[in-house]
C-alpha cells in the first residue's frame, strides 16, 4: 500500500493523472475503470489537458465504470453515462463503444450484472481502477455490510450516501434508491488501484480504510488486501491517519 498526501485537489488530480498516463502508455491496450462524483474531476480534467496538449491518445483505450443509478436513463442530467460523456469522453478520442457504464434501465438487472462481470474478463480485466470513497467508507456503491468478496450487484442505498448524493438533484426525493456497482471482489481483482480522497468529511473513513481493521463495516478496509493500491489524499482528508506516510 502506498499513502500519498498532497495539499490540496489540483495535485490529487495531477498525481493520478500521472499513473493513469503512465499505465497508458505503457499497455496499448489500457483497460480503465472509471468513477462518479466530484472527487475524481480533477483527475479526468488532467487527462484532458495531457491529451490536448501532451497527446495522451485514449484511443485504445476502454473503460468499465464502477455504478449507476437503477431507473434512470444514460440520458439523464444525474446519471452516471452522463456524467462520464461531460467530464471526460467527449474531450479524448477514446472509442464510445469501447466506454461501459452500468445499464440502469436493464430490464433484467441480475443478468445484466452478470453480464457485464464478462465484459470486464473478455476484455482481460481492468488495469487500472479508480475509486472515491463515501463518508461512511463506502466504495462503488458498496455500503456498509456488503460482502468482501462479493461481484457486480444491485444494491440500496443507505440514507447517508442518499444525503451525500442529494446534493446533484433539485430535492432528496429526486434521488435514486438502488444502484449497479461492481462488487468488491470485482474491484479487488484489477490489477492496480488508485483511491482518491479529498474533504474533512472523508478524513474517518480514510483512517478507518488505510489503519483499521478489515471489515465489512468499512468497505474500503478491503483494499488492505490488494498488493497493488495507493492513496492519494489531500491533508484533510488525510488528517486522522495516526501513522507518517508519503507526502508529496
Not at 438502488?178 to 479487488?188: C, P, Q, S, W
Not at 480504510?209 to 492519494?232: D, K, R, Y
Amino acid at each position: 500500500m502506498q499513502v500519498i498526501i498532497v495539499k490540496d485537489k489540483a495535485e490529487m488530480g495531477k498525481t493520478a493523472a500521472e499513473i493513469v498516463a503512465g499505465g497508458m502508455r505503457a499497455k496499448e491496450h489500457f483497460v480503465l475503470g472509471l468513477a462518479t462524483g466530484t472527487t475524481p474531476i480533477p483527475l479526468y480534467r488532467e487527462l484532458i489537458r495531457m491529451h490536448k496538449e501532451d497527446g495522451l491518445d485514449f484511443s485504445t483505450t476502454a473503460s468499465f465504470n464502477l455504478d449507476e443509478y437503477v431507473g434512470i436513463p444514460g440520458t439523464h442530467d444525474q446519471s452516471y453515462r452522463f456524467f462520464m460523456n461531460r467530464e471526460l469522453f467527449d474531450h479524448v478520442n477514446i472509442n464510445k463503444k469501447a466506454t461501459h457504464v452500468p445499464d440502469g434501465m436493464a430490464d433484467d438487472v441480475e443478468m445484466f450484472c452478470a453480464e457485464y462481470e464478462a465484459m470486464i474478463a473478455d476484455c482481460g480485466g481492468v488495469d487500472c481502477q479508480i475509486l472515491g470513497i463515501g463518508s461512511n467508507g463506502h466504495i462503488g456503491f458498496n455500503e456498509p455490510g456488503t460482502s468482501l468478496g462479493s461481484r457486480t450487484h444491485r444494491t440500496a442505498l443507505t440514507e447517508s450516501t442518499i444525503k451525500d448524493n442529494s446534493r446533484l438533484f433539485e430535492k432528496v426525493e429526486d434521488v435514486p434508491t438502488e444502484a449497479i456497482t461492481m462488487g468488491i471482489g470485482t474491484i479487488l481483482e484489477s490489477e492496480s488501484i488508485l483511491l482518491l480522497a479529498n474533504g474533512a468529511n472523508k478524513a474517518k473513513a480514510v483512517a478507518d480504510a488505510i489503519e483499521g481493521p478489515i471489515t465489512a463495516t468499512c468497505p474500503a478496509s478491503a483494499l488492505q488486501l490488494h498488493p497493488n493500491v495507493t492513496f492519494i489524499l489531500t491533508e484533510d482528508a488525510a488528517a486522522d491517519l495516526k501513522l507518517e506516510w508519503h507526502r508529496g
